[in-house]
């Protein structure tokens, strides 16, 4: 149920995307998780709508468009799965991943020291931070990935932004089970 909302719920996207010229070439969509309440999966919606918005701007788009070579086929993998007691949800792509100077320089601005539980690329969980120099119709105002830190901590867990061993980058959230999907 919740990746079929899902998938309706992002329609808008492909418009986007056809004015942007990418189209999705693979999209996984795994729902491996049990017993989510109706409240756990609205709070899932919402990361998967900023966590693919995301991806598709930062990862593809706008990369695109500065001339840094971007495929035009849009890959996104999204994974909501049982670990033990923890609920575990990841938005991953195949874009062009992180810029590490960038993240570096965020960081200073920021005055970001990652805790031992956080790398330095979480500094793109905070509130009007992010590495687009431009606002799109999806993304770019620095509060998207500020709202999935949100609603982490709401559902008792926390988020966490990775880069992609396969290319691209990784947003996880995980939570722990709630006694009544138990």
């Known amino acids: 149920v919740l ?3 899902q998938f309706s719920a992002i329609s808008s ?3 986007y995307m056809d004015d942007q ?6 999209l996984v969509l795994q729902n491996q998780a049990t017993g989510l309440n109706d409240w756990e999966v609205s709070q899932m919606i919402g990361v998967i709508n900023h966590g693919v918005s995301n991806a598709i701007d930062h990862g593809y788009v ?19 799965y049982d670990e033990g007691e923890t609920v575990v949800l990841e938005v991953r792509d195949r874009g062009v991943g992180l810029d590490d100077q960038v993240i570096d320089n965020l960081c200073r601005e920021k005055n970001f020291v990652p805790a031992s539980h956080q790398s330095r690329y979480d500094v793109l969980l905070l509130d009007q931070v992010s590495t687009s120099t431009s606002v799109s119709v999806i993304s770019g105002r620095g509060v998207g990935t500020a709202a999935v830190q949100s609603i982490a901590a709401d559902l008792g867990g926390e988020a966490h932004i990775l880069p992609n061993d396969l290319g691209g980058t990784i947003l996880k959230v995980s939570f722990p089970r709630t006694t009544s999907a138990a």
């Open 62 to 80: 706008n990369p695109r468009n500065k001339g840094i070579s971007s495929r035009s086929g849009i890959e996104l993998e999204v994974l909501l």
């Open 3 to 5: 990746l079929g909302a």
């Open 21 to 26: 010229g990418v189209s999705i070439e693979r």
């Open 13 to 15: 996207l492909f418009d």
